[in-house]
């Protein structure tokens, strides 16, 4: 059974850093794995995503400002979020596919964390 389990979530005053952890298990550490996020009243978007090489995809609004990695050791997934805007806030999914290639569209994510709220203030 493929588990994710997030971490990191909070509050912070905009321009500030937040960083996420999802712990994944029940699945082989080679496959693709993302972060989305859904904001009160919006559709769930992909933030970023890293496949099987490392290749990584980001949302526009998160290109330079955010960094996903992910260690195979410990089978984790990370986002590191800095200069943070309003417009960051909404709760924050760790997904994870069997796929070796993914995108941001989230297309081929079949396993999801319950998620971790990320509120930026002004």
């Known amino acids: 059974q493929v588990q994710l389990l997030e971490s990191g979530g909070g509050s912070v005053e905009v321009g500030g850093s937040l960083s996420l952890s999802c712990a994944v298990s029940?699945?082989?550490?080679?496959?693709?794995m993302g972060w989305f996020r859904q904001a009160p009243g919006k559709e769930r978007e992909g933030v970023a995503t890293?496949?099987?090489?490392?290749?990584?995809d980001y949302a526009d609004s998160v290109q330079g400002r955010f960094t996903i990695s992910k260690d195979k050791v410990d089978n984790s997934l990370y986002l590191q979020m800095n200069s943070l805007k309003p417009e960051d806030t909404a709760m924050y999914f760790c997904?994870?596919?069997?796929?070796?290639?993914?995108?941001?569209?989230?297309?081929?994510?079949?396993?999801w964390g319950q998620g971790t709220q990320v509120t930026v203030s002004s």
């Open positions: 997904a994870a596919s069997e796929a070796m290639f993914c995108y941001t569209d989230g297309s081929v994510f079949a396993y």
């Open positions: 029940g699945l082989a550490n080679d496959r693709c």
């Open positions: 890293i496949n099987t090489y490392g290749d990584t």
